[in-house]
């Protein structure tokens, strides 16, 4: 076991946008005459196997059942919790293999492309489930740091003790309550499910880093997470998919199907979302621009930006701050 947290996802802050602008244009100028129009227009508008990228819907709910494995990569604007029992979870998550052990939580923002690998753990662990939006998250007020961690794409994985223990019976009453149609017990549900979150933060603390890697003992994997990993530390810049098979020394058909394989997606889809879930960041935590957003997300131009977002969050990028901006920065802390 070793500390993690999501090191190789660091987000630009609005003071970075100019140095980030002068770095893009860097990048062109030694970059873009290398390829051909079909590839650059696939940098400019992002538009290659997005729709292998499942967008799930945000909604609250709560569930039980064994492990399984993912057909592709996913997403869902909703902070989702799994407690762990039996064996570990293991995740593709941003770019990062992550383990949820037994005997553990798992927090993580799931707007962040991930899929539970194919492996024998998945299959014999049993899990409690839980959703939250996004956008009841943020109204509870909880503490800054929290919510930054979440938000930059950095799982918090605890175990549970004492002071901060979480059962399975408790996901068992929360999914009667939200399935019975009272408006009464809902609130009770969600009552609940926010002391039981704030505990179990205020017991693990964040001081140091929650989340744990496995190790890859497939070479397939191993390349697979390499390639995973630049695209997250670098979706910002103009970068292909060839430049993606590139940084795991691989062909790039090769690297394509692979990576396929492996994440259940396209490089090109699984760059998009991770734009994506930055620019809904950007404008939850900032008061950039949408013209200045699209940038620093790493899209192409303004209107690739505007049409590719609101296709997959189902509104458009004015509409997503508005219903969430507010709350993300009015909350006390």
Same mark, same amino acid.
């Given at each position: 076991?070793?500390?993690?947290? $999501?090191?190789?996802?660091?987000?630009?802050?609005?003071?970075?946008?100019?140095?980030?602008?002068?770095?893009?244009?860097?990048?062109?100028?030694?970059?873009?005459?290398?390829?051909?129009?079909?590839?650059?227009?696939?940098?400019?508008?992002?538009?290659?196997?997005?729709?292998?990228?499942?967008?799930?819907?945000?909604?609250?709910?709560?569930?039980?059942?064994?492990?399984?494995?993912?057909?592709?990569?996913?997403?869902?604007?909703?902070?989702? *919790?799994? $407690?762990?029992?039996?064996?570990?979870?293991?995740?593709?998550? @941003?770019?990062?293999?992550?383990?949820?052990?037994?005997?553990?939580?798992?927090?993580?923002?799931?707007?962040?492309?991930?899929?539970?690998?194919?492996?024998?753990?998945?299959?014999?662990?049993?899990?409690?489930? $839980?959703?939250?939006?996004?956008?009841?998250?943020?109204?509870?007020?909880?503490?800054?740091?929290?919510?930054?961690?979440?938000?930059?794409?950095?799982?918090? $994985?605890?175990?549970?003790?004492?002071?901060?223990?979480?059962?399975?019976?408790?996901?068992? =009453?929360?999914?009667?309550?939200?399935?019975?149609?009272?408006?009464?017990?809902?609130? *009770?549900?969600?009552?609940?499910?926010?002391?039981?979150?704030?505990?179990?933060?205020? @017991?693990?603390?964040?001081?140091?880093?929650?989340?744990?890697?496995?190790?890859?003992?497939?070479?397939?994997?191993?390349?697979?997470?390499?390639?995973?990993?630049?695209?997250?530390?670098?979706?910002?810049?103009?970068?292909?998919?060839?430049? *993606?098979?590139?940084?795991?020394?691989?062909?790039?058909?090769?690297?394509?199907?692979?990576? =396929?394989? *492996?994440?259940?997606?396209?490089?090109?889809?699984?760059?998009?979302?991770?734009?994506?879930?930055?620019?809904?960041?950007?404008?939850?935590?900032? =008061?950039?621009?949408?013209?200045?957003?699209?940038?620093?997300?790493?899209?192409?131009?303004?209107?690739?930006?505007?049409?590719?977002?609101?296709?997959?969050?189902?509104?458009?990028?004015?509409?997503?701050?508005?219903? =969430?901006?507010?709350?993300?920065?009015?909350?006390?802390?």
């Amino acid at each position: 076991m070793r500390p993690s947290g $999501l090191a190789l996802f660091q987000p630009y802050e609005l003071k970075d946008l100019e140095s980030l602008r002068m770095g893009r244009a860097k990048f062109r100028e030694t970059k873009v005459g290398t390829r051909s129009h079909a590839e650059q227009s696939l940098v400019e508008h992002g538009s290659v196997g997005q729709s292998q990228v499942e967008v799930h819907p945000s909604e609250l709910k709560c569930w039980q059942g064994n492990g399984y494995a993912m057909r592709g990569a996913h997403r869902h604007d909703d902070i989702e *919790v799994n $407690l762990v029992d039996r064996a570990p979870l293991k995740y593709m998550f @941003g770019g990062t293999p992550v383990e949820v052990r037994p005997g553990h939580v798992g927090l993580f923002w799931a707007a962040m492309p991930h899929r539970l690998i194919d492996c024998p753990e998945n299959w014999n662990s049993y899990v409690c489930w $839980l959703h939250i939006p996004l956008g009841t998250i943020l109204n509870w007020g909880l503490p800054e740091t929290v919510v930054s961690h979440l938000l930059r794409g950095r799982p918090i $994985l605890c175990a549970t003790g004492e002071s901060n223990r979480i059962e399975p019976a408790d996901f068992g =009453h929360w999914s009667r309550d939200l399935a019975s149609g009272s408006d009464e017990l809902r609130q *009770v549900a969600l009552l609940e499910i926010q002391a039981r979150i704030r505990r179990l933060i205020h @017991g693990a603390g964040l001081t140091t880093r929650l989340s744990y890697e496995w190790t890859a003992t497939d070479d397939g994997v191993r390349h697979a997470t390499a390639m995973a990993q630049f695209a997250a530390t670098h979706f910002r810049e103009p970068i292909t998919a060839t430049d *993606v098979a590139s940084s795991a020394h691989l062909h790039p058909n090769y690297a394509m199907t692979l990576f =396929h394989q *492996v994440l259940g997606t396209t490089i090109g889809a699984y760059l998009t979302q991770c734009r994506v879930a930055e620019a809904q960041r950007l404008l939850i935590t900032t =008061h950039a621009t949408t013209s200045e957003i699209a940038a620093a997300a790493g899209f192409g131009s303004q209107s690739a930006f505007y049409a590719t977002f609101t296709r997959i969050c189902g509104q458009p990028p004015g509409a997503y701050r508005r219903a =969430h901006h507010h709350v993300a920065t009015t909350n006390p802390t």
